[in-house]
């Protein structure tokens, strides 16, 4: 992208993202208001507060009152104290005329102060200022810039304040940046990035210090000419922006000019509405300038698109923030952008003063491109203007500085060559080198081509390996899903032997009774009394009626052992659920002189298949009777137990069964029937499917008691 502006940013713009970051976050004192107290070191806080203020706002009248106060009042042992006044003192003489060895003096002092109280903070930044400021033109500060940066590359080396090795990482990048390598300069701001992300999620900075390392990866990434990068780096600073208005005001600036650059001026326009409305809000020289840097970039890109009334409103604008906040180094381009302005609406009268402005200002800020291409314009608003010896003088004048800064890189060039190629021996030596690295090329690319074909082999061994794995696990789930048929193929031979263990012990005696009684009254020669009739009739009623009833229960079963076998879950009646049961096992009852006694507390129904749980109840009574005594008591009782669970329990007196052969009852899979019983493992599988659980307890006392409990 063509850069507009020919900015050389000063070290105040890189400085006052670090020093006056809270500037807006809380109101700062108004030096005149501040009345000396009795407590001298509150009095100098406020005099900071004051000094960071009236610096934000641009004020170094004020700023230099404000010190010069504090210089007189702060003891001489007030070494914490004289390091940040002398640090502020460094940023007033650089954001003035003031050489640069006047700026690394106050530097200095305040380095010394600030090494007598470690005072971290203001040693790195003072490190960092001097840094910037010496002049690499001269062999001394060429050596002084580099060991500087030697230090705060200990600093990060160091690692004992994570905080310092931020800041460290910081100066280091503008030093790459400052020597020509964009690369490192990258690499380290990105790096410093970081570890601000790091304190800040730590909780030891606020979000804002995080976001005024975004804008210096953002601003690295400009240099570089890399726009999308750098409004990357601004999305991000955004993301972290709370109270910093100077950033807020750096990220609407930059977003307009990256969307002029991409010929988008109607959303450009958008955020420089937003920069403007900051700054009305905020008299603050910063905000101003950022502003007014706004203004020569629209002026500049109007141009280019043909659009010079619209530029010319722009720069307009420019004019009247400069007079009032234009810092000293944007001078020189605001001259410039005028006469841009006036050039291109071809009226050479007016851009003519403009440039005339511009050139000793460029010349004192080394702008040396700007220089150029403004005494390229003066010649040429001279031909607009007729005067062509005027013209002539300037093209004259612009040739002799082409070719000052064409000889001084010539004798760059010219020293580096002699530096490199001394003697003919120095040649040959170059050249046997050269074949060396062809060479080493040429094993560089066999090596890479080796790996490469390793690689390759080692792709495909590991495409063969995952394909044999996805054929083994295919393989392994259709063998799990056989075990699970299988599973069930077992489960239905199970159910099977059951069925056929059921119709043999409990269908085949009714049946066979039935057949027997049949066959008497079938035969007429044999001499059968009428009351010995009767109780065959009787006999042949109650073993139909029990088979009815065995196969119904054998009905249920089978549909039990369906997987889409659904309960029908209703409130049970208990009292009727065992009325019903008693009086279907009355006769039972009675023949062995049984007393059937029924017995609810706390509770009258629950919840359950009506059913399932009459099958399993009448069950559980006639396996009670077929093992009770004769003329002993038979009890169906319900209540809730000690964990407020319903039960139901039948209990009988017979023999008592020992404990070892109740868990063998429990857990046996065979089915042992006995009358019409099912077994005790059918009635178990049957209170499973209720959600009852099935316990056995016996004893002489108490006799065997079966419970269900829900």
Not at 396 to 413: G, P
Not at 427 to 445: P, R
Not at 624 to 644: D, E, M, P, V, W
Request: proline share 1%; net charge positive; aromatic share 12%.
């Amino acid at each position: 992208m063509k850069k507009y502006l020919f900015s050389n940013y000063s070290i105040v713009i890189f400085f006052l993202f670090f020093y006056c970051a809270g500037a807006f976050a809380q109101k700062q004192p108004d030096f005149p208001k501040i009345k000396p107290t009795n407590n001298i070191n509150n009095y100098l806080e406020k005099l900071l507060l004051s000094c960071d203020s009236v610096y934000l706002a641009g004020d170094n009248k004020l700023l230099e009152t404000t010190l010069t106060t504090a210089f007189k009042i702060t003891p001489k042992n007030d070494a914490k104290h004289l390091s940040r006044f002398w640090f502020y003192k460094g940023l007033l003489t650089e954001s003035s005329t003031a050489s640069s060895d006047s700026c690394i003096k106050n530097y200095e002092q305040a380095l010394k102060y600030a090494r007598q109280v470690t005072d971290t903070k203001t040693i790195t930044q003072s490190l960092g200022a001097i840094l910037s400021l010496c002049n690499p033109e001269k062999k001394s500060g060429k050596v002084r810039r580099d060991s500087i940066a030697k230090v705060l590359q200990a600093v990060v080396d160091s690692k004992k304040d994570k905080y310092a090795v931020a800041v460290a990482l910081l100066f280091i990048s503008r030093y790459y940046k400052l020597t020509g390598n964009d690369g490192k300069a990258l690499q380290y701001a990105l790096n410093a990035f970081s570890n601000y992300k790091e304190l800040y999620q730590s909780k030891k900075i606020s979000s804002d210090e995080v976001a005024e390392a975004a804008v210096i990866v953002s601003r690295t990434y400009g240099n570089m000419d890399q726009e999308a990068k750098q409004q990357v780096y601004l999305e991000e600073m955004r993301k972290y922006l709370v109270k910093n208005k100077v950033l807020l005001s750096y990220y609407y600036m930059y977003t307009a000019k990256n969307l002029i650059a991409t010929k988008k001026m109607s959303e450009a326009e958008l955020y420089y509405d937003s920069l403007l409305n900051i700054c009305k809000k905020y008299s603050n020289a910063e905000l101003w300038n950022n502003c007014l840097d706004a203004d020569m970039y629209f002026a500049q890109g109007f141009i280019k698109f043909g659009k010079n009334k619209e530029a010319l409103k722009y720069s307009t604008h420019a004019n009247t923030i400069g007079e009032i906040w234009a810092f000293d180094f944007y001078k020189a381009q605001l001259n410039y952008v005028n006469g841009k302005v006036y050039l291109a609406l071809k009226d050479y009268a007016k851009a003519l003063p403009y440039f005339k402005k511009a050139e000793p200002l460029a010349l004192a800020w080394s702008y040396q491109d700007m220089r150029i291409f403004t005494i390229e314009n003066i010649a040429n608003c001279y031909a607009g203007l007729g005067n062509w010896a005027q013209a002539y003088a300037y093209s004259k004048k612009l040739s002799m500085v082409k070719d000052s800064l064409t000889a001084i890189d010539t004798k760059k060039i010219f020293a580096e060559a002699e530096e490199k190629y001394q003697n003919k021996e120095k040649k040959q030596l170059i050249n046997s080198q050269n074949e060396q690295l062809v060479f080493a090329k040429k094993q560089k690319w066999w090596l890479i081509s080796g790996l490469l074909l390793s690689a390759f082999v080692a792709v495909l061994l590991y495409a063969i390996y995952r394909n044999k794995k996805q054929s083994a696990n295919i393989l392994d789930q259709k063998n799990r899903e056989l075990d699970i048929l299988n599973k069930k193929l077992n489960e239905s031979n199970l159910t099977k032997t059951k069925l056929f263990g059921i119709i043999s012990h409990d269908l085949r005696s009714p049946v066979s009774q039935l057949f027997t009684f049949l066959k008497l009254q079938q035969k007429d020669d044999i001499k059968v009394s009428e009351e010995e009739r009767d109780q065959h009739r009787q006999k042949l009623i109650t073993s139909s009626k029990n088979l009815l009833e065995t196969m119904e229960d054998l009905l249920l079963w089978s549909k039990s052992q369906m997987e889409n076998f659904e309960l029908d879950i209703d409130e049970v009646d208990l009292a009727q659920l065992f009325s019903d049961t008693v009086l279907l096992m009355q006769n039972q009852a009675d023949a062995k002189e049984i007393k059937l006694i029924t017995e609810i507390k706390e509770v009258d129904s629950l919840n359950s298949d009506q059913n399932l749980l009459l099958i399993i109840l009448r069950n559980l009574v006639q396996n009670a009777i077929n093992h009770a005594f004769n003329q002993t008591t038979i009890y169906l009782k319900a209540g809730l137990n000690q964990n407020s669970q319903i039960y139901i329990a039948v209990i009988n007196q017979g023999e008592v069964i020992p404990a070892d052969q109740i868990q063998a009852l429990i857990d046996n899979k065979q089915v042992k029937s006995k009358s019409s019983g099912y077994g005790l493992l059918i009635v178990k599988e049957l209170a499973l499917k209720i959600n009852a659980a099935f316990n056995i307890s016996s004893s002489i006392e108490n006799g065997t008691e079966i419970t269900l409990v829900f």
